[in-house]
């Protein structure tokens, strides 16, 4: 059964670090672009990252751009997003997709970012 399992998640006071992880299984994640999506509480889904099959940085969302960066490791079938000088405005469940634009093909369950003191 194709997945992503999405890790590394937590509680992180404002100006940390976390780097979330996107593990596919049952597919290929390199014929893919992938996609970092986010949902605030009350808010909609909004798009956060996006990288190429062939490991090109399509986009970032202005309101993390220069503290978020995604990267990709074909070999472990696996997708990053290091996201450092985080704010309490990031927070939200954090999930990744196949193809820049939600739903895509595959999604996984997503991980919950909390950014409070």
């Known amino acids: 059964q194709p997945q992503f399992v999405e890790s590394g998640g937590g509680l992180v006071q404002p100006g940390g670090s976390l780097r979330l992880s996107c593990a596919a299984s049952?597919?290929?994640?390199?014929?893919?672009?992938i996609g970092w999506f986010r949902q605030a509480p009350g808010k909609e889904r909004e798009g956060v990252s996006c990288?190429?099959?062939?490991?090109?940085?399509?986009d970032y969302a202005d309101s993390v751009k220069g503290r978020f960066t995604i990267s990709r490791d074909n070999a472990k079938n696996t997708v990053y997003l290091q996201m450092n000088s985080l704010k309490p405005e990031d927070t939200a469940v954090y999930y990744c997709?196949?193809?820049?634009?939600?739903?895509?093909?595959?999604w996984g369950q997503g991980t919950q970012v909390t950014v409070s003191s």
């Open positions: 997709a196949t193809g820049c634009h939600w739903p895509g093909a595959f």
């Open positions: 049952g597919f290929t994640l390199n014929h893919y672009n």
């Open positions: 990288i190429s099959s062939s490991d090109t940085v399509m």
